[in-house]
């Protein structure tokens, strides 16, 4: 047997182990090329904004990452699929295109992998008016969302998923189209991951809020706020609940002025007294989940709101009138609507003040108990929630940006409130944005304008009915205007 040369193996065992130092080199070095190159793609990265104005309108608070949409691909659907809207683009859903910007109020972007798409807080709470019809529109954060068409958006959604054009063959080009091309490593994420992907969840989303076709129209500024919650949340089996169950729509609240609110009962129906548990509720409702919600940013919008006053009337007041008006509110109004009442921010039984039951009927003991379940093992988990028997009394600050008036704004202004019943209107039209100084709200008679279509609210279906609230109806006709004239001041 040859026998190996010992004079050889110092050679052999050290040419061997520079190869390796060599190999190992090698793979240390591709490996930082590729963490530099990739890490900005790979890591969990919102867009932020110095201005707390911006924050508020384009933040993240944690929703794009199960619930984003990959940005290319949300930036496509309009043009992609021009046939599922009521006119071009996401604008004509209702939502906020400020010049300048690449997403409508109420959108935020985070890279998680690639970038994303999601909701924030003020989708629901930034809303737009105008003095006159030919007037620019003024945007007013933390009103509420009067102009916004959440249901349409959801059905947009819905729809484009199950539309056989939902394909990457005819999805890519169109990105590349308007992006001006995409790198190739992206393009394949996006070919064989982002839109096959995003079809899968937008189908599953489709199928958990199948029950919105079985509701009454919300039309803008109006949301269903807890049965998504039993369908995305908790599995509920949406198809076996009640008819007086499944509708809870409801209006868009203001959220300003939050400190004055600590310790009310909040929601319509006062099922949570906790300013900060009600806005990790209303996260939820923006798509964040238990694991994603994104505490700082969030806090640093809730410390916003704590002090900020809601904008003050910039109209002509009466003030003779306005000073009668004054204590006709003091006497009839104010222990349930004015800071300090006895009543205020307390809920009223359902058979005294006789509103629509639909939202109160649709917070429902199941719905408790799993809501109180939220946030498990975090120091904020949910324990503030209860189910109440009515709907809570609201201060009446910046009264004037927030018609359409009772919980599910079906009274469309403040001098419609303070008419019987059954002479309040049965049909008006909402969505219009033009804002009525004579009777506080907005114009509610036009149907459509330069052919944009406004949505017939109609106080016959369910959840919509304009009963109840019969407080200053008996007051004569002088004593109703001037008791308007007051409240614009509010």
Request: with cysteine; net charge neutral; proline share 7%.
């Amino acid at each position: 047997m040859t026998q190996t040369s010992p004079t050889l193996v110092p050679s052999v065992v050290k040419g061997t182990k520079a190869v390796f130092k060599w190999v190992l080199g090698a793979i240390v070095g591709v490996i930082a090329v590729i963490v530099f190159l990739i890490w900005p793609a790979i890591s969990n990265s919102p867009v932020d904004y110095a201005d707390i104005q911006d924050h508020f309108k384009y933040g993240s608070i944690g929703s794009e990452e199960v619930n984003g949409v990959p940005y290319w691909i949300w930036k496509v659907l309009p043009e992609l699929f021009p046939d599922k809207l009521p006119d071009k683009g996401y604008t004509s859903l209702g939502f906020i295109q400020e010049p300048g910007k690449d997403l409508p109020i109420g959108f935020s972007q985070r890279r998680v992998f690639i970038n994303r798409v999601g909701l924030n807080c003020a989708v629901c709470h930034t809303g737009t008016l105008r003095e006159t019809p030919n007037s620019d529109r003024q945007i007013k954060t933390a009103m509420p969302a009067n102009v916004v068409n959440l249901q349409g958006y959801i059905k947009f959604l819905s729809e484009v998923a199950i539309d056989p054009r939902f394909t990457a063959n005819r999805m890519l080009p169109e990105i590349e189209k308007i992006s001006g091309g995409i790198n190739p490593i992206e393009k394949l994420v996006y070919r064989f991951i982002a839109i096959p992907q995003t079809r899968d969840a937008l189908i599953n989303q489709r199928s958990r809020l199948s029950f919105i076709y079985q509701q009454p129209d919300w039309g803008p500024g109006r949301v269903d706020t807890f049965n998504p919650y039993k369908a995305i949340q908790f599995h509920f089996p949406m198809d076996k609940l009640r008819e007086d169950e499944l509708i809870g729509t409801s209006d868009f609240p203001s959220v300003w002025n939050q400190k004055q609110r600590k310790d009310m009962e909040l929601h319509w129906d006062g099922n949570n007294d906790s300013v900060d548990e009600r806005n990790k509720s209303a996260a939820l409702g923006a798509g964040v989940t238990p694991t994603t919600i994104d505490i700082d940013r969030i806090q640093r919008v809730a410390d916003w709101l704590w002090t900020l006053p809601p904008p003050k009337y910039p109209y002509q007041v009466n003030q003779t009138l306005a000073a009668t008006g004054e204590t006709l509110f003091a006497n009839n109004c104010a222990s349930c609507h004015a800071f300090g009442g006895k009543y205020t921010g307390k809920v009223v039984p359902i058979q005294e003040i006789g509103t629509d039951p639909h939202r109160l009927n649709s917070f429902t003991y199941q719905t408790l108990s799993n809501q109180n379940t939220l946030y498990a093992g975090y120091p904020w988990r949910f324990n503030h929630f209860r189910k109440t028997n009515g709907y809570a009394n609201a201060p009446l600050d910046g009264i004037w940006l927030r018609g359409p008036y009772l919980h599910n704004g079906s009274v469309p202004t403040l001098r419609d409130l303070l008419e019987k019943p059954e002479n309040r209107p049965k049909e008006f039209y909402r969505g219009y944005d033009v804002i009525d100084r004579e009777k506080v709200g907005f114009v509610s008679t036009v149907a459509q304008e330069n052919g944009k279509q406004y949505f017939k609210f109609d106080t016959t279906k369910p959840g919509n009915s304009n009963s109840g609230h019969v407080y200053g109806v008996e007051l004569s006709p002088a004593e109703k205007d001037a008791l308007v004239e007051y409240m614009k001041q509010l």
